[in-house]
């Protein structure tokens, strides 16, 4: 069975820091990774995804993710973050085999400062 | 404007209740999911289906239960056999079970027990 941790649950930044939060997934096969934002009061967004080619994918609002295959990791990155940012952000995973659903990890809540 | 419209938006249970929560789409999506979401675990699947008259369970699914009759809703009923109900629930769509398809979610539904 797929799973996904995200090990920062409560991250605080002051606006123009960089940032990254972590994602870990656990299956062994091919997998498409994503990331979703909530922003307060608004529904869940699709920040990007990542599918096959490259391992560096970019989304909106300057965030960026890596997927890195032998560490099982997909972290998301900004180098500058706004207060515009501030947000609960969600890594999931999804695999072409066995359900058919996204498995989420358990969100990291970040404030920015301004 | 195409989107997932979720209803009501607060509900309130009494014990032994049964309460059902709407959930409709105007995407043409295929497939369609219900979440809960509690603080600190992310979100968890309940249940999906890929198409019309037809669903799976997920992750959580004790105590829910679900109907498509129709491709646009997917409603979910919580029982009373769910003893713990009190979550914000959230509605997704996607084009196919595909695993590299995005979802769409809906605002939610925050339910509370009296």
């Known amino acids: 069975a797929q799973s996904v941790s995200q090990h920062n649950h409560h991250v605080i930044l002051s606006e123009a820091a960089s940032l990254e939060l972590g994602c870990n997934y656990s299956?062994?096969?091919?997998?498409?990774l994503f990331w979703y934002v909530q922003y307060p009061g608004q529904h869940l967004q699709l920040l990007l995804k990542?599918?096959?080619?490259?391992?560096l994918v970019k989304g909106i609002k300057g965030f960026e993710a890596e997927f890195i295959k032998s560490k099982f990791s997909f972290n998301l990155r900004k180098p500058s973050v706004q207060w515009s940012d501030t947000a609960e952000y969600f890594c999931?995973?999804?695999?072409?085999?066995?359900?058919?659903?996204?498995?989420f990890g358990s969100g990291t809540r970040l404030q920015v400062q301004p | 404007d195409g989107g997932i419209t979720q209803s009501p938006k607060y509900l309130f249970r009494k014990e032994g209740q049964n309460v059902t929560l709407s959930c409709e789409q105007n995407l043409n999506h295929d497939a369609m999911y219900w979440y809960r979401q509690d603080p600190g675990q992310g979100l968890r699947l309940i249940y999906y289906s890929q198409i019309v008259n037809d669903f799976q369970k997920g992750d959580i699914a004790e105590g829910y239960s679900v109907s498509r009759e129709k491709k646009e809703s997917f409603p979910l009923t919580v029982t009373s056999a769910q003893k713990n109900p009190t979550a914000f629930y959230l509605c997704?769509?996607?084009?196919?079970?595909?695993?590299?398809?995005?979802?769409?979610f809906g605002d939610g539904t925050r339910l509370s027990i009296l």
């Open positions: 997704a769509s996607s084009a196919s079970t595909r695993s590299n398809q995005p979802q769409h």
């Open positions: 999931a995973v999804n695999a072409p085999t066995g359900r058919r659903a996204l498995t």
């Open positions: 299956y062994g096969g091919t997998v498409n």
């Open positions: 990542y599918f096959s080619g490259d391992p």
